[in-house]
């Protein structure tokens, strides 16, 4: 069943055209990959599937679960079920790791979260992260290594546990281990009713997860697209083939 649909996108930062006529389709229970070299677009895709106000739909509809959402805020595409996992996340003063998932778990769902239940898939989840369990009660991000902070971006996912997860570059900078942590929190999440966009340059966090389709995003298009084995032949090759 379709989940996402981007038909003819064309958007903007500022005056800049970034992507010129994009389209993607992604169904229920799929991993799809977004590569490509930098300033192709790929950031500007997932900022744009969520509604950040600095990039501006020019041309083109997204549909979620076969509704446009053009016009929806961001919170209020963020209940139909959309997340985003950010480059280089916020850190947020004055808000612990706990009250942060509790209050944004509550306000995507609409409903009042259930204390202890919560708690109890927060330390499980922590625990299979390999996180120390003392970073629940520390202010969001403050202090926490890169390693620890992609970590947390992949713990909100599971609380939150959306139909669409965008993870933008969550590998970046990560060692192996905690690579192999973020792709296994990734199949923790991963099931038949939703799907993951994951955009990264390298195929270290590919390895341990079952990708349906390579996209190769170039100047603001999606130009190839395969399976698994397209996202090797570009890590030995690179794009050159594939700019024009």
């Known amino acids: 069943m379709e989940l996402l649909s981007i038909k003819d996108l064309h958007a903007n930062v500022g005056e800049k055209e970034i992507l010129k006529g994009l389209n993607l389709k992604i169904n229920k229970g799929e991993v799809h990959v977004i590569m490509g070299p930098n300033g192709a677009g790929k950031s500007t895709l997932a900022n744009i599937i969520l509604n950040n106000p600095q990039y501006t739909i020019m041309k083109g509809d997204i549909e979620f679960e076969g509704e446009n959402i ?87 996912m599971l609380t939150l546990n959306p139909k669409l997860a965008i993870l933008d570059e969550t590998d970046s900078g990560l060692d192996v281990d905690a690579i192999k942590i973020v792709s296994k929190g ?38 190839k697209t395969g399976d698994g084995s397209l996202a090797e032949q570009i890590e030995e090759e690179g794009y050159a083939r594939y700019i024009k």
Do not use: C
């Open 186 to 223: 990734i199949n923790m999440y991963k099931n038949s009713d939703n799907a993951v966009l994951i955009i990264t340059h390298s195929t270290k966090i590919l390895k341990k997860l079952n990708v349906d389709k390579v996209h190769i995003l170039v100047d603001g298009k999606i130009v």
């Open 70 to 156: 053009n016009n929806l805020k961001t919170d209020e595409r963020a209940k139909k079920g959309i997340f985003m996992s950010f480059q280089t996340p916020e850190e947020v003063p004055g808000i612990s790791v706990t009250n942060f998932l509790k209050t944004a778990k509550s306000s995507t769902t609409g409903e009042p979260v259930k204390i202890f239940k919560f708690k109890k898939e927060l330390e499980e989840n922590m625990e299979k992260l390999d996180m120390d369990p003392t970073y629940s009660t520390r202010d969001l991000n403050v202090g926490f290594s890169g390693g620890e902070k992609k970590k947390n971006e992949i713990l909100q």
